[in-house]
């Protein structure tokens, strides 16, 4: 069970993947998990898959998990096709 929980919408990217790594670092302060529901993401760009590896890391490096959920099937295939959706999916 997640002790918090976020979520984030729309674009994914160069312009905005250092807003989602703080959000991601502020709301997992304090915490030992933290669930992002993805559904509202409409875009990823090769910088914003960076971002996610990055996010899991940093966070699985303190000893804390972050648990991505809710992408959409199109970010599923792109994750599955780069060979990094068991890793970036789920627990």
Do not use: N, W
Not at 21 to 45: N, P, R, Y
Not at 51 to 73: H, N, P, T
Request: charged share 20%.
């Amino acid at each position: 069970m997640p002790d918090k929980r976020l979520a984030y919408t729309g674009s994914l990217d160069m312009a905005t993947v250092t807003q989602f790594l703080h959000m991601v670092q502020q709301a997992a302060a304090g915490s030992e998990t933290l669930l992002v529901d993805m559904s509202g993401v409409t875009f990823i760009d090769s910088t914003g898959v960076r971002g996610l590896v990055s996010a899991k890391q940093q966070l699985a490096a303190d000893g804390r998990q972050l648990i991505l959920e809710g992408f959409s099937q199109d970010i599923l295939d792109i994750l599955e096709i780069l060979g990094i959706r068991e890793m970036i999916v789920g627990r």
